[in-house]
């Protein structure tokens, strides 16, 4: 089993900068990729960003694409989602996910663990 806790969200006003940071720890794998997703009361949860086991290959949701850089370090297990300009439809539960493997999906359905979550709300 793999344990995601993650880290870094509160509440910002828009045009503010968070940090977001997901550990993991429990079973390993060879190889496995990192995403962060976020779910709105009412709403599916969607695809934020994802990055690639080796790091190289990341990718952006259009709705964050220009203010959100994920990267992650291996040596950590660890995953950062650096979000800047933050928007008031920004506000949603963030969770990270590892899938087993080397790329990313843009689907939930196809990452294997999950975090509880963290917050972030963004005042208008």
């Known amino acids: 089993q793999v344990q995601l806790v993650e880290s870094g969200g509160g509440l910002v006003q828009a045009g503010g900068s968070l940090r977001l940071s997901c550990a993991a720890s429990g079973r390993t794998f060879s190889s496995y990729a990192l995403g962060w997703f976020r779910q709105a009361p009412g709403k599916e949860r969607e695809f934020v960003a994802a990055v690639s086991w080796s790091g190289i290959s990341k990718g952006y949701a259009d709705s964050v694409k220009g203010r959100v850089t994920i990267s992650r370090d291996n040596a950590k297990n660890t995953v950062y989602l650096q979000m800047n300009s933050l928007k008031p439809e920004d506000t949603a539960i963030y969770y990270c996910?590892?899938?087993?493997?080397?790329?990313?999906?843009?689907?939930?359905?196809?990452?294997?663990?999950w975090g509880q979550g963290t917050q972030v709300t963004v005042s208008s």
């Open positions: 996910a590892v899938r087993r493997g080397t790329n990313w999906y843009l689907s939930p359905s196809q990452y294997d663990y």
